[in-house]
């Protein structure tokens, strides 16, 4: 029998916090300026490209 979805996410979230409480457990760096600005520039590009399809210049 498979299990519910519900179930599948308690599980994999008990197991990812009992990873992150180990003593060894490493964090990841915080996000720097030049993260942030990737994004903003991703974001920005992304709107030019919906603002272009919406006015017909790329189909």
């Known amino acids: ?19 992150m409480q180990a003593p060894g457990y490493e964090f990841p760096p915080k996000a720097t300026k030049a ?14 490209l919906i603002v272009l399809c919406m006015t017909g210049v790329i189909q």
Do not use: F
């Open 35 to 48: 993260d942030y600005l990737g994004i903003a520039l991703a974001i920005g590009a992304s709107l030019l």
């Open 1 to 19: 029998m498979e299990k519910s979805i519900e179930e599948l996410i308690y599980e994999e979230t008990d197991k990812r916090l009992k990873e």
